[in-house]
T-cell receptor, first 114, second 116 residues
Framework: DTGVSQNPRHKITKRGQNVTFRCDPI?????LYWYRQTLGQGPEFLTY????????KSRLLSDRFSAERPKGSFSTLEIQRTEQGDSAMYLC????????????FGQGTRLTVV | AQSVAQPEDQVNVAEGNPLTVKCTYS??????LFWYVQYPNRGLQFLLK??????LVKGSYGFEAEFNKSQTSFHLKKPSALVSDSALYFC??????????????FGKGTKLSVIP
């Protein structure tokens, strides 16, 4: 499968714990995005990488959130001191470095904070 | 700031009938417009996009969408609905330049139910 891969698919954690998600984009895509989707809502933009550089961050990305893409390939999204409000589906997407292209999404990581 | 409105939370249509899922948008410049579909416990799948040119865009699985600049709309259509089309549909916009040019802004989604 050469699509966007996200791991784990599901994560249940206790409030206050740290969690880390991984995203492997389509190999030739140098743009990578993280979105968050809560029940009944559309995905909301969190952050964007071009190669290893994090070029844009949403105000939704509080200080407890950090994303990295150290070698311009896979990316990780870490949430520290999780809160119940962090429960959501975290979606990763990637695209070619062309302005008019579409983004391809992974299947997401569903986080439940108990 | 860019925004998308999908005025219908749910659309019900009989199998074989035409379907329309509505979308209107707001963006400061000229938009790129997209439709995605989401099946239960799955990620978003790209259906079609409007970049420039012909206002009628054809996409996957027999779907098409019509871009109307004066009405700032990008409604999704299909001439004959299938039960397998039942899913959650999202409209999204991206600005061509500026701060919004990297991020997609999505609507809240419309649940399409095709009744056999």
């Amino acid at each position: 499968d050469t699509g966007v891969s996200q791991n784990p698919r599901h994560k249940i954690t206790k409030r206050g714990q740290n969690v880390t998600f991984r995203c492997d984009p389509i190999s030739e895509h140098n743009r990578l995005y993280w979105y968050r989707q809560t029940l009944g809502q559309g995905p909301e933009f969190l952050t964007y990488f071009q190669n290893e550089a994090q070029l844009e961050k949403s105000r939704l990305l509080s200080d407890r959130f950090s994303a990295e893409r150290p070698k311009g390939s896979f990316s990780t999204l870490e949430i520290q001191r999780t809160e119940q409000g962090d429960s959501a589906m975290y979606l990763c997407a990637s695209s070619l470095p062309v302005t008019n292209t579409e983004a391809f999404f992974g299947q997401g990581t569903r986080l439940t904070v108990v | 700031a860019q925004s998308v409105a999908q005025p219908e939370d749910q659309v019900n249509v009989a199998e074989g009938n035409p379907l329309t899922v509505k979308c209107t948008y707001s963006v400061s410049g000229n938009p790129y417009l997209f439709w995605y579909v989401q099946y239960p416990n799955r990620g978003l799948q790209f259906l079609l996009k409007y970049i420039t040119g012909d206002n009628l865009v054809k996409g996957s699985y027999g779907f098409e969408a019509e871009f109307n600049k004066s009405q700032t709309s990008f409604h999704l259509k299909k001439p004959s609905a299938l039960v397998s089309d039942s899913a959650l549909y999202f409209c999204a916009v991206r600005d061509r330049i500026g701060a919004g040019s990297y991020q997609l802004t999505f609507g809240k989604g419309t649940k399409l139910s095709v009744i056999p």
